[in-house]
């Protein structure tokens, strides 16, 4: 898989003034599990999958992912916008994305965590609160784009997806199967949805591909 053909099959629709389209991106195993023993998904990860991935993050506005999941990868210094989902404004000083040759990082937070957010993060990164108690992700979504960041590429972990999913906020659904079984006692899959969905939602099969093992899925949940 090419960088150029991986993006091809992954257009983004044709957005008016004020609209915006949210994609999330995440790779499992085979048995459903979304990071190993060490809380990575790096492992799962296969060539292909990695090719896509890196095709994806070019081709969007803007970078949507959680605070744990950018400690946990360490996330490198981007040159497109990042956009940190967290209520604790927890992150480490030494991680890479945050080092000042990257590109602009945005860290919505709640109003509580803006307050209490260090100076050297507000130096480097804009601080946005979007709710009193817990962010609100319609909120940061709304923002995102009256900032011209439309295009918003989520790359999880977990905890944001699900939060997305309860909100209704994500439009299209990028599943790579990875030919692996993990197994073990991790209870991290794919979404964790304590509420059951009503009325239940139903995807849109807009693309599969196999490379290599590797199972490409592009499901719209927005028709």
Same mark, same amino acid.
């Given at each position: ?43 799962? #990860? ?12 070019? *081709?969007?506005?803007?970078?949507? +992912?959680?605070?744990?999941? +950018? ?10 916008? %990042?956009? +940190? ?13 945050? *080092?000042? #040759?990257?590109?602009? %990082?945005?860290?919505?937070?709640? /109003? ?23 962010? /609100? ?27 997305? @999913? !309860? !909100?209704?906020? %994500?439009? /299209? ?13 991790? *209870? ?9 969905? *009503? ?13 290599? /093992?590797? %199972?490409?899925?592009?499901?719209? @949940?927005?028709?």
């Amino acid at each position: 898989m090419h960088s150029e053909s991986a993006v091809q099959s992954y257009p983004w629709p044709t957005l008016g003034v004020g609209q915006a389209w949210l994609r999330a991106n995440m790779v499992m195993s085979l048995d459903g599990v979304v990071v190993d023993r060490n809380g990575r998904s790096r492992q799962l #990860s296969t060539a292909p999958d990695r090719v896509l991935f890196n095709a994806l993050r070019r *081709d969007c506005d803007v970078v949507l +992912v959680g605070a744990g999941t +950018v400690r946990a990868e360490r996330y490198q210094p981007a040159p497109w916008p %990042v956009a +940190v989902v967290t209520e604790s404004v927890e992150l480490p000083q030494d991680l890479p994305l945050l *080092d000042p #040759s990257g590109g602009p %990082v945005v860290i919505f937070t709640s /109003e509580a965590g803006a307050r209490v957010a260090a100076p050297w993060i507000r130096k480097r990164c804009t601080v946005v609160a979007c709710g009193a108690g817990q962010v /609100e992700l319609g909120t940061a979504r709304t923002w995102l784009c009256a900032q011209g960041l439309a295009r918003v590429h989520c790359e999880g972990g977990t905890r944001l997806l699900s939060g997305l @999913l !309860a !909100a209704d906020l %994500v439009d /299209e659904l990028l599943v790579t199967v990875s030919p692996q079984l993990l197994g073990g006692d991790t *209870d991290i899959h794919l979404a964790d949805l304590p509420n059951a969905l *009503d009325p239940i939602r139903t995807g849109k099969l807009e693309h599969l591909q196999t490379v290599d /093992e590797t %199972v490409f899925l592009r499901v719209c @949940l927005r028709q």
